[in-house]
């Protein structure tokens, strides 16, 4: 029975928390997203079922700019229905690197090539219901070179350096779709 999670990295103290796989189906198999439904055994020696999405992993680049300024890009988020501003990121393809995957993603969603790369951080997304790890790299020494055609592109844009003074707009609707402001 493969497992399509990550390899288990407990410690030592960690035995009476782990859930061990019993059974495993997979439920949906798309392009990107595939959902499992396991059986799992319980520390206190139970069954319950555990459903998941398995992603294969993904970037996102903080490209800076020699005078401080950040490039993000507006994109349109299709299950959210609304355009937003974001890093340059995207999903590692089948054998592909992190590194390699951020290296591709700035020059396609960008248009930038980094003389230095730094990795940040690890981020799981959701780890309650799905595999996803996101990679978070920052990208120094930018040379403009042309963003390549990719599949759905939209405008790309510099901004003010992360230092500024960001505040909520009492604008919107909801207090968790507030679009963020300067100040």
């Known amino acids: 029975m493969d497992d399509p999670r990550p ?8 035995g009476h928390l782990i859930e061990t796989r019993v059974a495993s ?12 439904r396991d059986r799992v055994r319980l520390p206190d020696g139970g069954e319950a079922t555990r459903e998941y999405i398995v992603h294969p992993g993904a970037v996102l680049v903080v490209p800076v700019l020699a005078d401080g300024r950040l490039v993000v890009e507006r ?14 990121a995207g999903k590692l393809d089948p054998g592909e690197t992190p590194l390699a995957t951020a290296q591709r993603e700035l020059v396609e969603e960008a248009g930038y090539e980094a003389a230095t790369w730094t990795r940040l951080a690890t981020v799981h997304t959701v780890v ?7 990679e978070f790299f920052l990208a120094e020494g930018l040379t403009h070179v042309g963003r390549s055609s990719t599949t759905g592109s939209s405008s790309r844009f ?26």
């Open 75 to 88: 994109q349109f988020r299709y299950p959210l229905n609304r355009v937003f501003i974001e890093f340059p």
């Open 128 to 134: 309650s219901y799905s595999t996803e790890a996101i």
């Open 25 to 36: 189906e997979c439920v949906f198999e798309g392009k990107l997203l595939h959902v499992r």
């Open 7 to 14: 390899r288990r990295d407990h410690g030592a103290d960690d």
């Open 158 to 183: 510099a901004r003010s350096p992360s230092t500024r003074c960001w505040r909520r707009s009492t604008a919107a609707k909801s207090p968790t779709s507030r679009p963020w402001r300067r100040c």
